[in-house]
């Protein structure tokens, strides 16, 4: 048994030794090895990467809208126990006014433009089907958009309709681009009432998402598709539980 296990041991530290060797002589790769691996990780980085940048872009949109959308709620709660019911506050102000008084509380705002020059890009921004959005914040007829850059570099821009509700948009990055609406611009509705109209059925005063109350399908039909103008995705996104679906029109 003894001699047996002799043995066992003999063969065992002489197959070690082949295996070593065998790996110290074939430890260094040639050059044609070297670069067909290399080619291989760039072929496999240029498949992959596009997809990684893209999900990476989706990711932070849909976080820093629905911060932005969270903090526009807190501003708007915050200001009724000081200034009532949303019905009852002061309709008459302009966008600049009403937007400092009530729905800023709750921004770390970097700059205030108020309707003068900044806070918004210059390309005033894209619609989902290609075209400049003439109406832009930036180049609202008469000065009427108020704005604001956030100390994380968003723009928000604030634009009374009329004295029942106010369209808020909000590009989430910035002056980098896009600036397509749907993509990496949105717009939200504070109402003071219910009215339904196009592109709303909303049924009490409130902050809410360009779109709300439509069907899933009515929110794409009307903006949220690659042919529209994107002005309805953020309730999509909402609507999905601030998720971007395979269905959703990016770009």
């Known amino acids: 048994m003894v001699e047996k296990d002799k043995s066992i041991f003999y063969y065992s530290d002489k197959l070690h030794h082949i295996i070593k060797g065998f790996f110290i002589k074939n430890k260094a790769f040639t050059l044609a090895e070297v670069l067909i691996t290399l080619g291989i990780i760039g072929v496999v980085a240029a498949l992959t990467m596009p997809a990684l940048i893209s999900n990476y872009r989706k990711k932070q949109t849909v976080v820093q809208l629905k911060k932005i959308y969270s903090a526009m ?44 020059e ?69 717009v939200m ?12 059925n909303i049924s009490k005063e409130g902050l809410y998402m360009f779109g709300h109350g439509l069907t899933r399908n009515d929110v794409k039909n009307v903006g949220c598709a690659q042919n529209g103008t994107g002005f309805t995705c953020g309730e999509l996104l909402l609507m999905d539980g601030w998720d971007i679906m395979r269905d959703y029109p990016w770009k």
């Open 189 to 200: 509705t504070f109402a003071r009432k219910s009215f339904s109209d196009y592109a709303h």
């Open 73 to 116: 709620s807190q501003s708007v709660q915050m200001s009724q126990p000081e200034y009532g019911d949303i019905v009852d506050w002061d309709w008459d102000l302009n966008s600049d006014k009403f937007a400092q008084k009530y729905l800023s509380t709750k921004f770390l705002v970097l700059k205030n433009c108020g309707n003068g």
């Open 118 to 186: 900044g806070c918004w890009n210059k390309e005033r921004g894209y619609l989902l089907n290609g075209s400049v959005y003439s109406d832009a914040p930036s180049y609202t007829s008469g000065g009427l958009a108020s704005k604001i850059s956030l100390s994380d570099g968003a723009f928000v821009a604030f634009i009374k309709q009329d004295n029942n509700h106010i369209h808020i948009h909000v590009d989430v990055n910035g002056y980098k681009r896009p600036n397509i609406y749907g993509i990496d611009i949105f």
